[in-house]
């Protein structure tokens, strides 16, 4: 039996072959008329979105950019009106956090999940007042865990790599990431990790 925590969900994708199978899934599992879900294939920047607070939205398993149009589309379509974000984007963790801090959020929860030899950041927001969001994660990083200090030295690696190609764009990110990397003692700065 599962515990009904919110009064609707809703999932969200464009891609319909996708939608079709999760709602097939949910119709099985959870019937509709107990559960409280709905399906909608359409382009979440389309999306009608309800004027009321407390409201959770979930954007998961898309790549930095699109989080972030996400975002953005939804603090313009609700404009004034607080809500909550859970985020564990695919990479691009750097520009979801830019956003979120220029949009007014303010940090909940962060994590970092390693999960099938992939590492995530698992970012809770709200539009409430609250703790400050860092560009390079504060509360999430355990530096006595080794997939933690895996994750940094691969963070630090990509932008370091990224910033010898284009370092106008991407050497001021390298760099806190070496401030990050420094903080914890974990590597020199300067030096590059293979992966």
């Known amino acids: 039996m599962y515990k009904k925590l919110a009064a609707k969900v809703v999932f969200v994708d464009i891609l319909a072959?996708?939608?079709?199978?999760?709602?097939?899934?949910?119709?099985?599992?959870?019937?509709?008329?107990?559960?409280?879900?709905?399906?909608?294939?359409q382009d979440v920047k389309a999306l009608e979105v309800p004027q009321i607070a407390s409201q959770l939205f979930i954007i998961a398993g898309v790549g930095g950019d699109k989080t972030v149009d996400f975002i953005e589309s939804l603090s313009a379509a609700m404009p004034g009106v607080p809500f909550d974000l859970l985020i564990c984007s695919v990479q691009g963790s750097y520009p979801v956090r830019k956003a979120l801090i220029r949009l007014g959020f303010s940090m909940k929860v962060e994590e970092i999940i390693f999960e099938n030899k992939r590492f995530y950041e698992a970012i809770y927001v709200t539009k409430e007042p609250g703790s400050a969001i860092t560009t390079t994660g504060s509360a999430m990083w355990n530096w006595s865990d080794p997939n933690h200090q895996d994750y940094c030295q691969k963070v630090l690696t990509h932008y370091r790599k990224k910033a010898l190609a284009d370092p106008q764009r991407f050497q001021s990110i390298a760099d806190e990431y070496d401030v990050l990397a420094q903080k914890s003692k974990l590597l020199s700065p300067g030096v590059i990790i293979s992966s």
Do not use: N, T, Y
């Open 17 to 41: 072959h996708q939608m079709a199978q999760l709602e097939k899934q949910l119709k099985q599992r959870f019937p509709e008329e107990d559960s409280g879900w709905q399906v909608i294939c």
